[in-house]
């Protein structure tokens, strides 16, 4: 085997290096000039009369994360424990507008029952709910009406609760107080 000099090693290592410079150069300018992508588009010409009888209308409605059963079993588990954190979380926001933050927090923070229960009878279809506290009355629509029977301070009794989805949650809506 012949012997290699090394003026030849160094020719050879510097051409190695050369060679590696220039394919880095070449794959970053590639990726910045977008070499080798492509993009196709597709134009359709649809007469207007045929236009309109090609569109079908649809509706879609967010189902929330939960149904009102589920919401109402962890709203009633929240009081029991005193959960204030999901408390104010789920409270409507019209709530925080009609008493302020501050005071719903408060007046949550109150909220512990241990025998605090909820059994479901029977959950309306979504409509207007007219929130009436302290002579004030807010129209919120697409509300649930709850029919329920809530057990408190250990007496179990009928009553009626309103909840409205808000983004793929419940929320509730309870008095804070003297409005602001």
Request: charged share 15%; with cysteine; net charge negative.
């Amino acid at each position: 085997m012949a012997a290699v000099s090394d003026g030849t090693k160094r020719v050879l290592g510097l051409t190695a290096a050369a060679i590696g410079i220039v394919a880095n150069v070449v794959g970053i300018a590639g990726a910045f000039g977008d070499w080798g992508s492509s993009t196709t588009e597709v134009v359709l010409s649809v007469e207007p009369a045929a236009a309109a009888d090609a569109v079908e209308e649809t509706t879609t409605t967010e189902v929330p994360a939960e149904t009102a059963e589920e919401f109402l079993t962890a709203l009633a588990a929240a009081i029991a424990s005193g959960d204030t954190a999901f408390l104010t979380t789920h409270l409507h926001p019209e709530v925080a507008v009609r008493y302020g933050a501050d005071q719903c927090a408060a007046t949550v923070a109150t909220y512990l029952d241990p025998t605090y229960a909820i059994e479901v009878l029977n959950v309306s279809e979504p409509a207007d709910y007219q929130w009436v506290t302290d002579s004030l009355t807010t129209v919120i629509p697409e509300t649930l009406s709850v029919e329920v029977l809530r057990t408190a301070d250990g007496v179990q009794a009928s009553a009626t609760v309103h909840i409205t989805e808000i983004d793929g949650a419940f929320t509730w809506f309870t008095d804070c107080g003297a409005p602001v």
